[in-house]
């Protein structure tokens, strides 16, 4: 299986994205100037963490208009796995790949420590690697991370499954209904604010968010390689 991690200017969790998937994981993967405009070689898309374009005008608000996010788009739409972490997340907003917007944290501070997760649907090809209703510690480091959506698409997260990381035991930014991560409704473009690449090794300080890669892999195994 083979990764591309998008590198927007400014982006600075591209090296940690790039780390967990070669030499935690073991797959391939590929650093991805944002001026790309082909990603048909790729099986997952990844946008790491940081600070594209210096967050000028909101977080992610100028990344989006970045010649990649066509072919981002396009692999959205043929299915392929596609995450974005933290200010990754914040261009899938911006681009309209995920419903909802991100507001700055309730506290006006950048805050960053590890916080605890609950897996709220394992039923995804980012979480089949744990169980339901799981508790993890990953890693927050964002100044925006306060989710907010209107009530109608909050119902339809909702009904649909689509929030698939909530916090647990304390929300950390003011997000709404505690949410930490969303899928798309076809279930493969996942937004979250904590970073599991930060989490893949228990020297870390946590192992937990390596699961969510061996998901990825899990998944696209399932429905690409024909064994006899």
């Not at 082909?38 to 790491?48: G, S, V």
């Not at 990754?88 to 907003?93: K, T, V």
């Not at 927050?140 to 306060?146: Q, T």
């Not at 647990?168 to 003011?174: F, I, Q, S, T, V």
Request: net charge negative.
């Amino acid at each position: 299986m083979k990764f591309a991690v998008i590198v927007f200017p400014g982006s600075n969790c591209d090296v940690d994205m790039y780390h967990a998937i070669a030499d935690e994981l073991g797959e391939e993967v590929e650093y991805v100037w944002h001026d790309a405009e082909n990603l048909d070689r790729f099986d997952a898309i990844l946008l790491p963490g940081g600070f594209s374009y210096g967050d000028y005008l909101r977080s992610g608000a100028i990344a989006r208009f970045s010649n990649v996010m066509k072919a981002v788009k396009k692999a959205a739409d043929e299915g392929k796995p596609v995450l974005g972490v933290c200010n990754g997340f914040q261009i899938l907003l911006e681009a309209g790949l995920l419903p909802g917007a991100m507001r700055r944290n309730n506290s006006l501070k950048f805050i960053c420590r590890p916080v605890s997760l609950r897996v709220e649907n394992n039923e995804t090809m980012f979480t089949s690697a744990y169980k339901q209703g799981e508790v993890i510690t990953i890693p927050i480091a964002h100044g925006e991370g306060n989710y907010y959506c209107d009530e109608q698409t909050l119902k339809r997260l909702i009904e649909n499954r689509q929030i698939v990381f909530r916090y647990h035991g304390e929300n950390p930014n003011g997000s709404l209904d505690d949410i930490a991560g969303i899928v798309n409704e076809k279930g493969n473009v996942l937004g979250m604010m904590p970073h599991p690449e930060r989490a893949v090794d228990s020297l870390l300080g946590s192992a937990d968010g390596l699961k969510l890669f061996q998901s990825i892999v899990k998944y696209w195994r399932e429905t690409h390689v024909v064994t006899a």
